[in-house]
Nanobody, 123 residues
Framework: QVQLVESGGGLVQAGDSLRLSCAASGRTFSTYDMAWFRQAPGKEREFVAALRWFSPSTYYADSVKGRFTISRDNAKNTLYLQMNSLKPEDTAVYYC????????????????WGQGTQVTVSS
């Protein structure tokens, strides 16, 4: 069992930066694929970024590529999302996800989810 707790959200202006953190419990954190998703009001949850436990490769949605960076610190059991050049359309609740198998961009493949953290970007 893994518990995920996100933090770092807030209200910022367009062009600002934020770093989200996802603290994970459990001793097997380093063996989980991890991802960030987001959900805006009235919209479906969408993939943002992910990385596999066994590879340094990272994966991003086209909408955030070049602006967001996903990383993990296995020693701290923490996943990060560095968000730069934020835009109003980045406004959403951001969720951390872990585990499962299959395609990284699919919501249903993940076994564990955090409660989410709100990111609001004003224009």
């Amino acid at each position: 069992q893994v518990q995920l707790v996100e933090s770092g959200g807030g209200l910022v202006q367009a062009g600002d930066s934020l770093r989200l953190s996802c603290a994970a419990s459990g001793r097997t954190f380093s063996t989980y694929d991890m991802a960030w998703f987001r959900q805006a009001p009235g919209k479906e949850r969408e993939f943002v970024a992910a990385l596999r436990w066994f590879s340094p490769s990272t994966y991003y949605a086209d909408s955030v590529k070049g602006r967001f960076t996903i990383s993990r610190d296995n020693a701290k059991n923490t996943l990060y999302l560095q968000m730069n050049s934020l835009k109003p359309e980045d406004t959403a609740v951001y969720y951390c996800a872990a585990g499962g198998r299959g395609t990284l961009v699919v919501v249903n493949r993940y076994d564990y989810w955090g409660q989410g953290t709100q990111v609001t970007v004003s224009s």
